[in-house]
């Protein structure tokens, strides 16, 4: 697992440049205990592996 220091943005963007795919910002989220995909000041992710055949996009509800 990876990690990466991020100050604002949000997940949809990290996920496209580093997973290959926005749809995949829900993985980065649950693996960081995160609910909302906008992120606010300085935050370190850990970031799951790249799987280009990983679901995405929607929370379990």
Not at 1 to 24: C, E, F, K, R, S
Not at 27 to 34: K, S, V
Request: zero cysteines; glycine letters at 14%; hydrophobic letters at 50%.
């Amino acid at each position: 697992m990876a990690q990466v220091t991020v100050a604002g943005g949000d997940l949809y963007h990290i996920a496209a440049a580093l997973l290959g795919d926005a749809t995949q910002w829900i993985r980065i989220a649950q693996m960081n205990g995160l609910s909302d995909p906008y992120l606010y000041g300085v935050t370190i992710l850990t970031l799951p592996a790249v799987n280009p055949t990983a679901g995405g996009g929607i929370a379990e509800q």
